[in-house]
């Protein structure tokens, strides 16, 4: 049974940092992508980042590009997400997810979220 449990979230001033942990397990490292989304209030879910198998590739959103940086450990079958420069609209539920053998819109497996705050 594949399982994402995501980890790290909470409050932090504008101008902060954060390192959200996801913990995979039930998923092969050599076969899946992972990836981080965001979803706020009353908008649409946004995908943030995504890591191919191996960790030698990663893409970004605009939006988060030169701020957050994903990582990857497969020895641990861990993924992180580490936020630096937080601004208030980066305020939402973070999720992490997997997918064979690319991130996409639907992902295959999904986590329930680490809410991260950023305020003063």
């Known amino acids: 049974q594949v399982q994402l449990v995501e980890s790290g979230g909470g409050l932090v001033q504008p101008g902060g940092s954060l390192r959200l942990s996801c913990a995979a397990s039930g998923v092969t490292p050599d076969d899946y992508a992972i990836g981080w989304f965001r979803q706020a209030p009353g908008k649409e879910r946004e995908a943030l980042a995504c890591i191919n198998p191996h960790g030698t590739y990663t893409h970004y959103a605009d939006s988060v590009q030169g701020r957050f940086t994903i990582s990857r450990d497969d020895a641990e079958n861990m993924v992180w997400l580490q936020m630096n420069s937080l601004k208030p609209e980066d305020t939402a539920i973070y999720y992490c997810?997997?997918?064979?053998?690319?991130?996409?819109?639907?992902?295959?497996?999904w986590g329930k979220g680490t809410l991260v705050a950023v305020s003063s």
């Open positions: 997810a997997a997918a064979e053998p690319w991130c996409h819109t639907a992902m295959d497996y």
